[in-house]
C-alpha cells in the first residue's frame, strides 16, 4: 500500500507547480507589459468592429501567395492588421488602392529595394518567437475619395489606434542599427556593380 502524502509534502509540490506555472508564463507576461499600450480596449474592439470589415482568413506571411488574396477586393482604402492573442494586438494601419494589391506586397520575397514590405512578416515572426502564435486578421475599410483624404483618413486611424508597427517610426532606433543597415545594402549593391561591369 502505498504510503499517503503528508500535508507538508502536498504544499510543497503546490508550491512547485506554481513556481512552474509562473516561470513558464514569464515571457508572455513581459511580453504582454511591453505591448500593453498595442492592445485595443473593449471600446477601441467595437470602434474597429463597427468601422472595418473583417476578412474570415487567417493572415500567414510567410506564404508567398497564399489562396486567401482572391477573396480580397481591388478597391481603395485604409487597412488594419491585428493579432488575436493575448487580447487584440492592433498591429498596423496603412491606406492603399488596392487592398489585394498592397496584401500581396506584404507576402514577397524579401527585396532589397522596398524592405519595408516584409516588416509585417518580420513583426508576426518576432511575436511568435516571443509568446507563440497569434492570429493575424486582416479589417478593410473602403474610401471613395481623392488621395488626399485617404492619407487623412489613415492619419486619422493612426493616431486613433497607434499600431505597434506604426508606433516603430517614432521610436528611437540606435545609429549603430541604421549603420549596419546601410552598410549591408551598400555590399549589396556594390558586389551587382561589379558584376555588371565585370569585362567578359
Given at each position: 500500500m502505498l504510503p499517503y502524502p503528508s500535508?507538508?509534502?502536498?504544499?510543497?509540490?503546490?508550491?512547485?507547480?506554481?513556481?512552474?506555472?509562473?516561470?513558464?508564463?514569464?515571457?508572455?507576461a513581459i511580453l504582454m507589459k511591453r505591448i500593453?499600450?498595442?492592445?485595443?480596449?473593449?471600446?477601441?474592439?467595437?470602434?474597429i468592429e463597427?468601422?472595418?470589415?473583417?476578412?474570415?482568413?487567417v493572415l500567414d506571411f510567410s506564404v508567398e501567395r497564399p489562396k486567401y488574396l482572391v477573396k480580397v477586393e481591388e478597391t481603395q482604402?485604409?487597412?488594419l492588421i491585428a493579432a488575436k492573442g493575448e487580447g487584440?494586438?492592433?498591429?498596423?494601419?496603412?491606406?492603399?488602392?488596392?487592398?489585394?494589391?498592397?496584401?500581396?506586397?506584404?507576402?514577397?520575397?524579401?527585396?532589397?529595394?522596398?524592405?519595408n514590405d516584409r516588416k509585417?512578416?518580420?513583426?508576426?515572426?518576432?511575436?511568435?518567437?516571443?509568446?507563440?502564435?497569434?492570429?493575424?486578421?486582416?479589417?478593410t475599410q473602403p474610401y471613395s475619395g481623392?488621395?488626399?483624404?485617404?492619407?487623412?483618413l489613415e492619419t486619422f486611424w493612426i493616431n486613433r489606434l497607434n499600431p505597434i508597427v506604426n508606433a516603430t517610426k517614432k521610436s528611437a532606433v540606435s545609429m549603430e542599427r541604421k549603420v549596419e543597415v546601410e552598410e549591408a545594402v551598400q555590399k549589396y549593391f556594390t558586389?551587382?556593380?561589379?558584376?555588371?561591369?565585370?569585362?567578359?
Open positions: 500535508n507538508e509534502s502536498l504544499q510543497t509540490d503546490r508550491a512547485e507547480a506554481s513556481l512552474a506555472r509562473q516561470l513558464s508564463d514569464r515571457p508572455l500593453s499600450d498595442s492592445i485595443a480596449s473593449p471600446q477601441e474592439e467595437a470602434e463597427d468601422s472595418f470589415c473583417k476578412h474570415e482568413f482604402g485604409v487597412y487584440l494586438l492592433k498591429c498596423y494601419i496603412g491606406k492603399t488602392t488596392s487592398f489585394r494589391r498592397r496584401l500581396s506586397d506584404y507576402h514577397r520575397k524579401f527585396q532589397v529595394h522596398c524592405p509585417l512578416a518580420f513583426f508576426q515572426k518576432w511575436l511568435s518567437n516571443e509568446s507563440g502564435p497569434w492570429t493575424f486578421m486582416f479589417f481623392d488621395s488626399h483624404g485617404l492619407a487623412q558586389s551587382f556593380f561589379d558584376e555588371c561591369t565585370k569585362k567578359k
